[in-house]
């Protein structure tokens, strides 16, 4: 990821943001494939590509099922539904971007249970309940999911309590990335984020943002908002939060713009 020097930057939900990005193509890495989405986290040129989720098999089956029976249109148009959806929210438009995630689970069905994206717009709404259970569908699927089983906590901690909520926290398999085996572990067991935030301060540019975003949303699932503010603003003005198109990058921003968080 290209870095950049960005002084006291503003949150800005116009059109000409530098954040607003284009629709991504087919080709963009981890994105959104033709018949299904894909997990997008952490990529950079600094660090080898993702393990391969199975989610990435389920396109070919359903591609030829389509094929067979004549739903290929539905699948395209509920593909193109998650793109704008995604759009959407990347511009801060996040109860659009629920409309259109749940337009595309009207056209395919198969959509819902690797809707992540859905389960965020829900998060950032206060719609916790719903937002639990789509991250629970989605750890079924994949349960290797580390990102998911931590935003089905951040979900229920808003309902239950943090206490409550690590008592249901689902348990996945070992994630690839450092930074996210000790957010990973920080909230499953409790755990200090300013720890978290000191191991990768002096890291890649993707690993310190991810530090610094998962101790603010640790920090707000014990509903200290000071201490969330200033770490989910670190992320968002890290160059990885400014340059990079990750869906991630993006989201630190919506949350600022939700919270009406500023730097001034």
Sequence with gaps: MAITHILKPTISMSSSSHFTPSIPSPSSPFKTHFFTTIPSRIYSHQTPLPTLSRRLFLPSVSGIWDALTGGANNARESILAIRRGMLLFRQGDVPGSLAEFDKAIELDSRQKAYLWQRGLSLYYLDRFEEGAEQFRLDVAQNPNDTEESIWCFLCEAQLYGAIEARKRFLEVGKDPRPVMREAYNMFKNGGDPEKLVATFSNGQENEYFYASLYAGLYYESENKADAAKL??????????????????????????????????
């Design 231 to 264: 770490h989910v603003l670190a992320a968002f003005q890290s160059p990885y939060g400014q340059r990079s198109d990750d869906y991630m990058a993006s989201l630190a921003r919506v949350h600022c713009l939700c919270r009406n968080w500023s730097s001034n």
